[in-house]
C-alpha cells in the first residue's frame, strides 16, 4: 500500500488498513474539535481493495473534495484536499508504493523492537480482523503509530466520555433516525422514528441532545418524545445534535455515527397587529421589467429568507418603507440571462469566498448581482463584479494576491481575491458577522468602518432607522433587492433563470 498521510492544521497521521474517522469529537483520529462547522462525527476515510476512499457520514455542513460537495463514496488520490464543514482543511499524500516484502524488510531494519506480550498481540489482530470485517464500521479506529510499528487501539465515546464502546460485542444492530429531518426546527413536542438493521441484539436505544442522555426506549421500534420545553436553553438559533446509541444484552454500547442536526424553538411569539403603512405595502404589488406583480408582502418574506441564508442569530425588523425601497429597485434586477452570467464565474468566487476566507457562501454571489448583475465592465473610476475602485484597493493592500491582474481581468480572479479579503475585514473583524451593517460600510476602509460602528447604538436591529446615509441606504436596498430576484426568479418572470443558490449550495463558510 502507499505510504499515506493525512495533513490537516500543521500536523499529519499516518492512514492505515482500516477506517480514520474525521470529526469534531476527540474520539475521531482526526479531530477538529474549536471548529463549529464540523459535526461530532462528520466523515471518513477508508482503506478499501488498494485505495483510500472519502465518505460523509451525512454531516450537518457537508464535505468537499476539491471544492466538490461529496454525496457518495470518493475515491482519494494523491494531493485531494478535504474540507469539513467549508472551513477544516486536510490534505492526502501518498507516498511510493511499497511491497509487503520491502515493507516488512524495512521494519526490521530501521524500526525500534516494541516489546508485547502475547495477550497484546492477539488483542491487537482481533482489532485488525475486526475491523477489515466491517469496512464502514462508522467507528472511530485510534492508530498509535511508533516508527513503522503500528500499535491498535479502539476508542469510541459520545459527549464528554459518559459512553464507551466495548469491541468485544457480537452484536452488528444499527439504528438511523428518520423523523424529525436532518436540520429541522423543532417548535413542539415531535415523536422520534428509527429504523433498525440486525436490530435483534439491541436491547435498549438511548437518546442524546449534543453527547447529553435525554430519553431511552426497550421496546422495537425503539422512539422518543422530543419536546422543546424540556431543552430552553438550547432555543439559541444554532445547530443541536441528537444522536442515538444501541445496548446489547450485555451493556456493551454501540454508537451510531450519524447525527441528526436540529434547531428549537420554544418561545411563543405573538403576530403583530400590522401598521396602516404595512397593510399599504402588502396590498400593492409592484410590476417587473418581465410584467410579473410581486406585492409587498412578498419582498418581506423572501427578504427575510435571504437573511436566514446567512450565519449570525441576528434579529433585524423589517421596516415598511425599507420594503417598499427594496419592492421598487427588485424592477431593475429582473431581466434574462443573470444565471447563465453568474455561473461563468462561480469557481473562482466559491474559492476566493468560502475556502479562502470562510465567508457566507451566498455574500460573494448576491453583492457581485447587487452591483454589477454579473457584467464586470469599467464604470468610471469602478471595476469588475463588484464595481470596486482600484485605488482604494491598492491603498488598502487588498490586491497582495493579484499579482500582475487588475480587477477587470475577464476571469475575475484579482477581483474575488480582493474583495473577499476587504469583505473579511468588515464582517468578521469590524461587525462581527452583520451582513447588513457590512453591506452598508461597503466603500470604507476598515478603519473608516470601525469609527462608523463606535456611533452606532447598541440594538441595531432596526437598521433602516439606525442607517440614515443616502449611498448606504441605498446600498442595503440593492442588495435585497437583487439577492430576492436571483433567489426567486420564477415569482419575477425570469422563466430562462435559475435559483443563484444553485451555485453556491453545499457551500458553507458559516
Known sequence: MADAKLKFSDQEIVLGQGVTTLGRTTDNNVSFASDSNVSRYHAEIEWRDGDFW????????????????????????DGDEIRLGGTSKAVLSLGEKKTEETSAATQREDSPVVAADETEKKEAAEVTSDAKATSKSKMPLML?????TVGLAVICAVGAGIYSYSGSTKCEAKAVIVKP?????????????????????????????????????????????????QFPELANGNLQS???????????KIVQPTEIALQFETIEIATPTPTPEEVAVKSTPTPTKSGAKV?????????????????????????????????????????DGYFGRAAAYKDVISVAFVQERNLDAPLGFVLA????????????????????????????????????????????????????????????????GDVIYSVAAFGKSPQE??????????????????IQDAKQREQVVRFFAAGIVAGNPQKFGLKKDRPISELYKGLVGN
Request: aromatic content about 8%; overall charge negative; glycine content about 8%.
Open 242 to 252: 441528537l444522536q442515538i446509541v444501541l445496548e446489547d444484552a450485555e451493556g456493551n
Open 369 to 432: 448581482m447587487s452591483r454589477s448583475q454579473f457584467k464586470p465592465q469599467k464604470n468610471g473610476a469602478d471595476e469588475g463584479l463588484w464595481q470596486m475602485n482600484q485605488k482604494f484597493v491598492a491603498e488598502n493592500g487588498f490586491n497582495g494576491l493579484c499579482g500582475t491582474e487588475t480587477l477587470s481581468d475577464a476571469a475575475q480572479n484579482c477581483a474575488s481575491k480582493a474583495v473577499s479579503l476587504y469583505l473579511k475585514s468588515l464582517v468578521l473583524e469590524v461587525f462581527e
Open 181 to 229: 429531518d436532518n436540520q429541522e426546527t423543532i417548535t413542539e413536542e415531535t415523536e422520534i422514528e428509527v429504523e433498525t438493521e440486525n436490530g435483534e441484539c439491541a436491547e435498549r436505544a438511548i437518546f442524546l441532545i449534543n453527547g447529553e442522555e435525554f430519553a431511552s426506549a426497550t421496546e422495537q421500534p425503539f422512539t422518543a418524545k422530543l419536546d422543546p420545553k
Open 54 to 77: 472519502l465518505i460523509d457520514l451525512g454531516s450537518s455542513n457537508g464535505t468537499t473534495l476539491n471544492g466538490a460537495a461529496v454525496k457518495d463514496d470518493k475515491k482519494l488520490k
Open 449 to 466: 468602518a470601525n469609527i462608523w460602528k463606535a456611533t452606532l447604538p447598541a440594538d441595531r436591529s432596526d437598521f433602516w432607522k439606525v
Open 295 to 335: 406585492s409587498g408582502g412578498d419582498a418581506q418574506e423572501m427578504s427575510k429568507n435571504l437573511i436566514k441564508e446567512f450565519s449570525g442569530t441576528f434579529n433585524y425588523k423589517f421596516d415598511a418603507q425599507f420594503l417598499q425601497e427594496v419592492q421598487k429597485k427588485t424592477g431593475e434586477y429582473a431581466a
Open 144 to 148: 498509535g503509530i511508533a516508527g513503522a
